[in-house]
């Protein structure tokens, strides 16, 4: 029984975190293309390309260039934006897939 609701527990922390997981993932994603495509890298050689920056040790070329200051004002940027979001939702009652598109459509500053 213990271990059943262990493997629950479990599956339910996987379920929960993933998307957390996948931003970060899909920011790192947009990252590599942008650099392929500004290398104009094409088959194999992007195929290498984009293996090699997706690894966790790999640092964009973007990030490389900001100053220590900047990549820390980059994630409050993006939290402050998330707070006001979340406080516009709120006002205005949003729920369900209404609040889904307002936040998406927000946090892309539309």
């Not at 929960?16 to 920011?27: H, M, T």
């Not at 900001?66 to 939702?89: I, T, W």
Request: some cysteine; charged content about 35%.
């Amino acid at each position: 029984m213990k271990k059943l609701i262990a493997v629950a527990c479990l599956g339910l922390f996987v379920t929960v975190s993933a998307p957390v997981f996948a931003g970060a993932q899909q920011e790192k994603m947009k990252g590599c293309n942008a650099e392929a495509k500004a290398d104009a890298l094409k088959g194999d050689e992007r195929k290498a390309f984009m293996s090699k920056c997706l690894k966790k040790d790999y640092t964009l070329k973007a990030a490389e260039g900001a100053k220590p200051e900047e990549k820390a004002a980059l994630p409050a940027a993006r939290q402050n934006k998330m707070k006001s979001c979340n406080a516009d939702a709120k006002t205005q009652a949003l729920k369900g897939d209404e609040r889904k598109a307002f936040m998406k459509n927000c946090l892309k500053g539309e």
